[in-house]
């Protein structure tokens, strides 16, 4: 848009005539703004809903999806590309920071290394990536290594022959091989037993893979990205991680936050996930304390436990607004009896962040400050 506000309405006097008698003659108006692009209701009747949340004023993203009555329009950029599924909500200086290294290594062809906590996002962050790239046109394959066997893993991932172990009753090509011409991502790399990280180096050298049970090698056109939640230079340390297939898959690294550390995502996360809920459960919106709760909680599950949060108690709520009591509910029956006990190096982060100061660290971890002192000190 130029800078001239665009209005919506019934009327006729409107730059957007909706013809819904559910909106209103002057129902809302887009308009410049210091960040970008804003949407403002102008005292409408059934008001103006921006991914499933209603509001007076509020900033407009590529994606957003807007409802005017029983009228939705979707918000296209025409300079910039729509960031994909998962990451539409960027709020924090943080995940800006994020997609900045996305956009500035999508269109290059090497290997990434992305880290982060369990929860965070990074398969979401790998399609970004190819969404973004010059193999945007090719596949997207995803392949998490983590919680298989061996065999599993070897055959997901190089494919098999027939007859190459029982069971095998007909050849089955492998992840690089059915993302030729594309992206492969290969989640919780470091739960590749060594065998198999010799397997991927060679991969990595001749671009060349061998399938379980055969002698032939067949060519592979492929961008890997792969992503952890554990620290490689530990394990490499440890001889659990080869340090030349590190240096292969290290060409380029990013490193996504905790939800704990970027507070300034969790309302819009939250929000946007209500709305995306709002087909099946209709309309929601947060109670101002639930919000305070939300914001308070550490979050150890990151943005995929705030997300199933979010979707019981909107479940469970009979009413358009969730409350704190809908929220705490879902916190004790869901969250908090499985929550992931946070790992040393989340421990040290939070304890950098907080200057030092165990009492801090500890509230924003959700845990008492003695099993701050004593998970440090048995590392």
């Known amino acids: 848009m130029n800078d001239e506000p665009i209005s919506l309405g019934g009327a006729a006097d409107n730059a957007i005539v909706l013809s819904d008698r559910a909106v209103s003659r002057h129902h809302c108006r887009i308009e410049p703004s210091d960040r970008g692009v804003c949407i403002r209701d102008l005292g409408s009747t059934n008001g103006t809903w921006v991914d499933g949340v209603r509001i007076r ?60 906590e369990t929860g965070v996002g990074k398969e979401h962050v790998a399609r970004a990536l190819h969404e973004r790239g010059c193999r945007s046109q090719g596949p997207f394959v995803a392949l998490n290594a983590g919680g298989l066997t061996r065999e599993l893993v070897e055959s997901e991932l190089f494919g098999h022959a027939r007859g190459a172990f029982t069971g ?41 893979v061998r399938r379980v049970g055969s002698e032939a090698d067949r060519p592979v056109d492929v961008r890997l990205i792969c992503a952890t939640h554990r620290d490689l230079s530990a394990m490499i340390r440890e001889g659990r991680f080869r340090a030349d297939l590190y240096y292969r898959i290290h060409r380029l690294v990013i490193d996504v936050p905790p939800l704990r550390s970027r507070p300034d995502d969790i309302v819009p996360l939250a929000r946007h996930f209500l709305g995306r809920m709002q087909a099946d459960v209709g309309p929601r919106e947060l109670h101002a304390q639930a919000i305070e709760r939300l914001c308070s909680y550490p979050w150890p599950g990151n943005v995929r436990e705030l997300r199933n949060v979010l979707e019981h108690a909107a479940v469970d709520c009979e009413q358009a607004s969730i409350g704190l009591a809908a929220v705490e509910r879902t916190l004790r029956r869901i969250s908090e009896p499985h929550a992931h006990k946070p790992s040393v190096h989340s421990l040290r982060e939070a304890l950098e962040q907080y200057g030092g100061n165990i009492s801090a660290a500890a509230r924003a971890l959700g845990i008492p400050r003695s099993t701050l002192r004593d998970r440090l000190k048995s590392d």
């Open 57 to 116: 004023r509020h900033p407009l993203l590529p994606g957003a999806v807007l409802r005017l009555g029983r009228t939705e329009l979707r918000v296209v950029s025409r300079d910039v590309p729509a960031r994909p599924e998962g990451l539409t909500v960027v709020a924090s200086v943080a995940m800006l920071a994020v997609m900045a290294d996305v956009d500035r290594f999508a269109r290059l062809p090497w290997p990434v290394l992305i880290r982060g």
């Open 168 to 208: 095998a009753v007909q050849a089955h090509r492998g992840a690089f091989e059915q993302a030729h011409g594309g992206t492969l991502f290969l989640d919780e790399v470091a739960e590749l037993p060594p065998a198999l990280q010799t397997r991927l180096l060679r991969v990595l050298e001749t671009w060349q």
